[in-house]
């Protein structure tokens, strides 16, 4: 039976990788790494950095083009679905062509695969035999807690997990609301009273840590954001809203 592992590699810092996702590094014979484009090229480089460090030879690495996703459309989900169908294409070809019986192969996933990703959806589209394991990872929200040096929980109180596109059109719908990823910098719609814990490319060198009331720093964060995104033509960002008493 081919095996697959599903490895969660921390949100940017190498030394996010716990010692099971090294350990599952070191078990596998082929990696597949699904490249974004020479924008996120450092993305790429941190992979085979990983692989290096802690594979053992001789191993194999099968590299794939990203499918691009239909930013044009006005039917997101559609489109992710679609985008999401075009990778699992690719996911299935390797476990088909790439591993024999017997052998493990492994994707190199940010993050944790169980949280806020599409490799497990996707997975769950092949047409192919082969079992898999899921090694969890430290999120984007666990580093930004952690560097804003905050507790993502208060006693008593929920926490909503969310995205941009969902706080734009509802607005916060809890005391505390988790945001992944905000082209739109929908924070700043936020009620009076609300404090932002804000981060972008958290653990990696290019890291930027931004926090206060909304009112006060909204135009800071707007302002950082559009500058790293012209300078690395890419940004990646995460923030907790608060509602303080």
């Known amino acids: 039976m081919k095996r697959l592992l599903i490895i969660g590699i921390g949100a ?44 053992t030879p001789p191993y194999r690495i099968v590299e794939e083009d990203d499918p691009e996703r239909d930013r044009t459309t006005p039917a997101y989900t559609a489109a992710v679905e679609t985008w999401r169908s075009r990778r699992a294409e690719i996911y299935e070809r390797f476990v088909r062509d790439e591993l024999a019986d017997g052998e493990t192969g492994a994707l190199l996933v940010w993050g944790d695969p169980g949280v806020y990703d599409s490799t497990l959806a ?46 734009a059109a509802e607005g916060p719908t809890a005391d505390d609301v988790l945001v992944m990823l905000d082209a739109h910098n929908s924070f700043a719609g936020a009620a009076p009273g609300h404090h932002i814990y804000w981060g972008a490319y958290l653990g990696t060198p290019d890291e930027i840590l931004i926090s206060g009331p909304v009112s006060e720093v909204a135009d800071d964060i707007r302002a950082a954001r559009a500058d790293a995104r012209a300078r690395k033509g890419w940004i990646m960002d995460t923030y907790l809203l608060r509602r303080e008493d």
């Open 12 to 55: 940017g810092d190498p030394d996010h990788l716990t010692f099971q996702a090294a350990k599952a590094i070191a078990a596998a014979d082929a990696f597949l790494l699904v490249d974004k484009g020479t924008a996120k090229s450092d993305l790429s480089r941190l992979r085979h950095d990983m692989i290096a460090a802690h594979g």
């Open 122 to 167: 996707a997975l769950a589209e092949i047409d192919a035999e082969f079992e898999h394991e899921v090694i969890p990872g430290i999120t984007s929200i666990a580093a930004l807690t952690a560097r804003h040096r905050v507790g993502l929980t208060r006693v008593g109180r929920p926490v909503h997990i969310t995205t941009g596109r969902r706080l």
